[in-house]
Every structure is written in C-alpha cells, then in structure tokens.
C-alpha cells in the first residue's frame, strides 16, 4: 500500500473538485509532507486533528488563487516497487525551479532546495508544481 501516492492523490483530487479542505489519516511522513507544502506556499495550512472516533487525522487546508488550485500538478517520483534514490548533485530541478521535490533524507523530510543546501541525497518522493 503506497500512503503516499494516496495522499498524492487526495490532494488532487480535492483541488480539481475545489474544496476548502480535505482529511487523510496522519503520519509523520505525510505531516513533513505538507509541512513543505506550506512553506512553499502550496497549501494554506494543514493540522492534526483527532476525530470521534479516536482516530489521528491530518487536516489540509488548500490554497486558491483566483479560483485555481496553487497544486497544478502533483506527482510521485519514487515508488514503493522501485525507490528512487538522489545524490546531493543530482537532486532534480523540477520545471526549471518553478516546482519543488520532496526527498526522505537522513535529516528528516526536506525540500529540494533545503536539501541542496545542507548537502545531503536521499529517496525521492514527490514533486509539486
């Protein structure tokens, strides 16, 4: 089971529907996600909320500007069948810098760029434009 590739794909969807928010259930993983998310200004804000139920959920926020979801495009790079792994040098630049990757390094969940500048590779998750 890929969680990320269905946090991924929950993210896209609620932005193509246009809805105000959308709730996956939590993970660190996909909390450092959306941390990146929102630093780059992708999302509005996200939470961790605990439902009735007992359950933990990870609440997202979508941002909107000027009716259009700021997540054009969001994909996966690596998957669970065939991880893909970046050296410092060969972190990919996503649409020229426009876009951002997401990596699993030694030093926690970092963007592409943050990576890059404290010198470490890792897995390669996702990208978003």
């Not at 946090?7 to 990146?36: E, M, P, Y």
Request: proline share 2%; charged share 25%.
């Amino acid at each position: 089971m890929d969680v990320v590739g269905d946090f991924i794909t929950i993210l896209r969807n609620a932005g193509r529907t246009h809805k105000a928010s959308c709730c996956v259930q939590w993970s660190a993983l996909k909390d450092g996600i959306a941390k990146i998310f929102k630093d780059n200004g992708y999302i509005k804000d996200f939470s961790k909320e605990q439902t009735a139920d007992g359950h933990v959920v990870l609440k997202v926020f979508l941002k909107y500007v000027n009716g259009i979801a700021a997540i054009t495009e969001i994909g996966r790079l690596g998957k669970p069948g065939r991880r893909q792994y970046a050296s410092k040098e060969k972190i990919p630049s996503i649409l020229g810098g426009m876009g951002e990757c997401v990596l699993s390094t030694s030093r926690g969940i970092l963007s592409g760029k943050a990576a890059k500048q404290l010198g470490v590779g890792g897995e390669l998750i996702c990208y978003v434009l």
